[in-house]
């Protein structure tokens, strides 16, 4: 829908936004929007994330439409001890991106111009 739509021309920012900080969501619409168009280059400039959520969904497609073909669903279960470091792993990209994001504060502060 982005990709045929475009960008939202209504404004998608919190409050905190317009006081200078970023938060690790900050530039995802426009990074999707370039992805999609093909500038992975530039939509890694507005946020990184947008790649591993990409992946995961075409994942969770090619996961539904085996799951709809086969009639079952495939369930992946990670043992305890990876999913505590899977989660401290999380947790730390997460930290690391809103570092990230606030360096880049002036570019995902910068108007965007809609086609």
């Known amino acids: 829908m982005l990709r045929m ?3 939202p021309t ?3 920012h919190g409050p905190l936004h317009y006081l200078g900080i970023m938060d690790p969501l900050c530039g995802g619409t426009r990074a999707t929007f370039l992805l999609l168009t093909g500038e992975a280059t530039a939509a890694a400039r507005y946020n990184p994330l947008v790649f591993p959520l990409a992946a995961a969904v075409l994942c969770m497609l ?6 709809m073909i086969a009639g079952r669903w495939l369930e992946i279960r ?5 999913r505590r470091g899977a989660v401290a792993i999380l947790i730390i990209g997460v930290a690391a991106l809103s570092v990230r994001q606030q360096w880049n504060a002036e570019l995902l502060m910068q108007s965007w111009p809609v086609a």
């Open 5 to 7: 739509v475009g960008v």
């Open 10 to 12: 209504v404004d998608l």
């Open 62 to 67: 090619v996961r539904s439409g085996v799951g």
């Open 78 to 82: 990670l043992p305890r001890r990876w």
